[in-house]
């Protein structure tokens, strides 16, 4: 099982999203790819972006916000808004969370917020600055919660420094 399930709701940028495939690898997460995209999968930045990690990704695709609600499933979704004033260092990630994260240039729909609002979490940040890129905002939820399962443990890091995870 993934340590997480990262949700893209429309992504637009390949090379954001060839990021997030990398960090998904890395740290044992899946991939959901909520469709329209802003580009082909098979484009050369996507893929170039996320070098030879692509292969090992687990990535899966969803033809609207539904389907994947319908498909995946998530028995516990956190919703990842500049709009929100709990902050994700206050929710409590556990292991098969999906974490869903919106377009680099509109964030999420209101109408998800809206569906979800006991979900919705932000990265704090200093007044006056709208947003993170979309891979940064993806990496520092990830890692969040791969600190999060370590402090309980959950999980560990080996002698080498890496994830043990079973």
């Known amino acids: 099982m993934p340590l997480f399930h990262i949700a893209l709701h429309q992504p637009e940028i390949p090379n954001n999203t060839g990021n997030i495939g990398r960090t998904c690898v890395a740290c044992a997460c899946a991939l959901h790819l909520i469709h329209p995209l802003g580009f082909e999968l098979s484009e050369k930045a996507c893929r170039r972006a996320g070098l030879d990690y692509w292969p090992r990704l687990d990535v899966h695709e969803h033809a609207s916000f539904g389907a994947y609600l319908k498909s995946a499933g998530p028995a516990r979704l956190w919703v990842f808004t500049t709009k929100s004033p709990r902050s ?5 990630l556990r292991r098969g969370d999906h974490l869903l994260f919106g377009r680099e240039t509109a964030g999420l729909p209101r109408d998800i917020l809206d569906r979800f609002p006991d979900r919705c979490v932000s990265f704090p ?3 006056n600055e709208r947003s993170l890129n979309l891979a940064t905002a993806v990496c520092a939820a990830a890692y969040e919660g791969v600190r999060q399962l370590r402090a309980r443990g959950e999980i560990e890091i080996g002698a080498d420094g890496r ?3 079973e």
């Open 163 to 165: 994830l043990l995870i």
């Open 125 to 127: 940040m200093v007044r």
């Open 88 to 92: 994700v260092f206050d929710a409590e």
